[in-house]
């Protein structure tokens, strides 16, 4: 008899596990024992090109760093940039006394007049000793006089017309202009100075363009190619975006983190980008399109696992797909999905496969 009640009681149990709970994998009842309905807001999946974002991290440099020099010796007349000054290419940045230059362009000037005015009166006796040596009035030797005066003359105009140049180059060097645009970091010398041959006189960085220097991991290489635009932003100029042309790929990848740096040129014709600045890169690998795209409160991330709720004729089914990209407010698909079904948005969290839904507002579907 003990064993029959044990018996019974342990059926009684099972029965009462397995039979009188709610299954919620299979129905779920309200308080009046019907099936019950879940309410539920719909939307179909749009169809849009994703763009593929690739971002990175990166820093603006100047293109290169000069030192500029004084080309010849003389007093220093006037600086008339400082530290921090902006500049273009061709401003004037110092000013050498060029008085000494000015009276030696003239000397040299009047040097080649004279040595033009001699070597015209020795091209008259040569051509006139020709003539009397042809006829066999003069001796060969005094023909040959002729003819090296002439050509000493020539000489001396060649080298009046270098001393000249020279001259004339040196005036030039008592102004020095900026060889580029960029900005001025250093003023080694003030008005008044007395500077030699190659002194330095200023130190200037180049910023139009400026060099942007960031790295990729490896993987991504193959998606990235020289003259390819590069899209920038720093946290100085909130909102603005400027251009950049990618113009070096480093061959070799960086063994301990397994990245590769890419360098482009952003150009700068305002200076309002500095050296230094740290930079926000986006660089447009691809595009998928006619994409699949959901709202983000589709997707449930349950299991490690992306389910949407599909619904048709009113009953849901559960469906996992494969996520893509993640877009401000919505989420790419690339696979579990069709074009035209109608997916859950809202109140998916307690459905089941095979749940009974109430769709108060049902969408148009996307053409």
């Known amino acids: 008899m003990k064993l029959n009640g044990l018996l019974f009681f342990i059926l009684i149990t099972f029965w009462l596990i397995t039979g009188c709970g709610d299954d919620e994998g299979e129905t779920s009842r309200d308080s009046n024992g019907e099936d019950k309905i879940f309410p539920v807001e719909v939307s179909y999946p749009s169809v849009e090109d994703i763009p593929y974002i690739l971002t990175a991290v990166g820093s603006l440099l100047a293109l290169e760093d000069i030192d500029i020099s004084s080309e010849i010796e003389g007093k220093i007349e006037k600086v008339l940039v400082d530290e921090g000054y902006s500049v273009r290419k061709g401003d004037l940045l110092v000013k050498i006394d060029d008085e000494r230059f000015v009276y030696r362009v003239e000397r040299c000037e009047a040097v080649l007049k004279q040595t033009q005015a001699e070597l015209a009166n020795a091209q008259l ?5 020709k ?3 042809e006829e066999g009035a003069i001796p060969r030797q005094m023909y040959d006089d002729a003819l090296t005066q002439h050509d000493s003359a020539q000489a001396a105009v060649e080298r009046a017309k ?6 004339r180059r040196e005036l030039k060097d008592t102004k020095v202009y900026a060889p580029a645009d960029g900005g001025i970091t ?6 008044g100075e007395y500077v030699k041959k190659g002194t330095p006189l200023l130190t200037m960085v180049c910023t139009n363009p400026l060099k942007l220097s960031f790295t990729v991991p490896e993987r991504y290489v193959s998606q990235i190619a020289l003259g390819q635009e590069a899209k920038v932003k720093v946290k100085a100029y909130p909102g603005e975006e400027f251009s950049g042309e990618i113009y070096s790929i480093n061959p070799q990848v960086d063994a301990t983190t ?3 740096e890419i360098k482009a040129y952003v150009k700068n014709e305002n200076g309002r980008l500095k050296p230094g600045f740290f930079a926000d890169v986006s660089l447009l690998t691809g595009v998928h399109k006619d994409a699949l795209v959901l709202p983000e409160t589709a997707v449930l991330i349950l299991e490690n696992k992306s389910i949407v709720f599909i619904v048709k004729n009113y009953v849901a089914s559960r469906r996992e797909v494969d996520m893509g990209r993640r877009l401000p407010g919505k989420i ?8 035209g079904e109608m997916v859950v948005t809202a109140g998916q969290v307690p459905l089941y496969d095979g749940a009974q839904v109430r769709v108060d507002k049902q969408p148009p579907m996307e053409e």
């Open 131 to 133: 003539e009397l040596y």
């Open 186 to 191: 250093k003023k080694i010398v003030s008005g």
């Open 332 to 339: 790419e698909i690339l696979g579990g999905l069709k074009k």
């Open 125 to 129: 006796i040569l051509k006139r000793k």
């Open 162 to 167: 270098a001393d000249l140049r020279l001259a």
């Open 258 to 260: 397994r990245t590769v």
